[in-house]
């Protein structure tokens, strides 16, 4: 989330700023997603069409903060994504097109949010399908601007939409991604209603499920031997810090791709610290992957400890 205090300091600091020490670990890896969490625009105007109590948007320069960590690829599916209305949206999109960076859904129509953003990696393709259960009154249609919206509910048409674009999608790419923006913003576990639509877009052909929208991360579902990240928390932001659920807290995660199958995931702890991500370190990192080992642990996944690289390993078995 780049906007409101963060955008204010990115108007004194380097656009690298915000990414701290975490940034050579994006540098180092073949392809980098995240979640974008705000408008990246210098047009539109606060929404107003409903009630909503925080918009936030980046001035469009800041689209270099993203390739500062050589970002490849954007979800866009959220509940402020269209804070600044339309015009917003879609200087939005303008900008992430001029800087390079693909974005998954939300669109000038259902169709261009339902499209899944491909890149080519290596002569391998990943691609990416976006959407949230955040924010109906946002929702894209035939002939209307909007984000993929849909409940989580697999009776669903418009999830029964989702699964067959996976179906179709995952028959063009080596791995594919499918970014969720769901569920409340608090609680260290998922909804049991959560849990039974992650596993349905595994069914479909879903090989990791990037969950966000909670301020805090939640544990990690190895469900047919692929990783469900149910909420990965907050990672860069300007949110006050609750001291029991702890939103200024999260990790990089590393997906390890081997003869185009995910092998596993290495997690390193991070801390928001004056809007600026930062690798966690000593006691600090080892109280924030001891509660993720726990997590995991609920779903039956085994995780590994490694002092020394301070990141938490998860193997993948086939």
Known sequence: MLGRQVNHLLREVPPQYPWGDTKLLFRNSDWRMCNLECAISDRGT???????????????????????????????????????????????LKVLDRAGVKHAGA??????????????????????????????????AAAHP???????????????????????????????????????????????????FGRLLVDAG???????????????????????????????????????????????FLVHVKHGRISGLTLFPTVIAGCQARLARGRQSREIVLKMASLCVKFGTRTEWHEAECALEIRIDR
């Not at 179709?168 to 998922?190: A, D, Q």
């Not at 190895?222 to 907050?234: D, E, K, Q, T, V």
Request: proline fraction near 4%.
């Open 46 to 92: 606060p929404w107003s069409r409903t009630e909503k109590v925080f918009h936030f948007a980046s001035d469009a320069k800041n689209v270099a903060v993203l390739q500062a960590a050589q970002i490849d690829a954007v979800a866009l599916a959220n509940n402020h994504v269209l804070d600044f209305d339309y015009e917003g949206l879609f200087e939005t």
């Open 107 to 140: 669109g000038r129509d259902l169709d261009a949010a339902i499209k899944p953003a491909i890149s080519e990696v290596k002569g391998a393709k990943i691609g990416v399908i976006a959407f949230t259960d955040n924010q109906p009154e946002w929702e894209a």
């Open 146 to 196: 909007g984000i993929f919206y849909l409940p989580i509910d697999g009776r669903d048409e418009r999830a029964g939409l989702l699964l067959d674009t996976i179906s179709r999608v995952r028959k063009k790419v080596e791995i594919l991604v499918v970014s969720g923006h769901w569920g409340p913003n608090w609680g260290y576990e998922p909804l049991a209603a959560h849990v039974k």
């Open 206 to 252: 879903a090989d990791l499920i990037f969950g966000h929208s909670g301020h805090v991360f939640q544990g990690i579902e190895l469900y047919r031997g692929r990783p469900i990240i149910y909420c990965a928390g907050n990672f860069i932001d300007d949110y006050a810090v609750d001291e029991v659920e702890r939103n200024d807290e999260s990790f990089i």
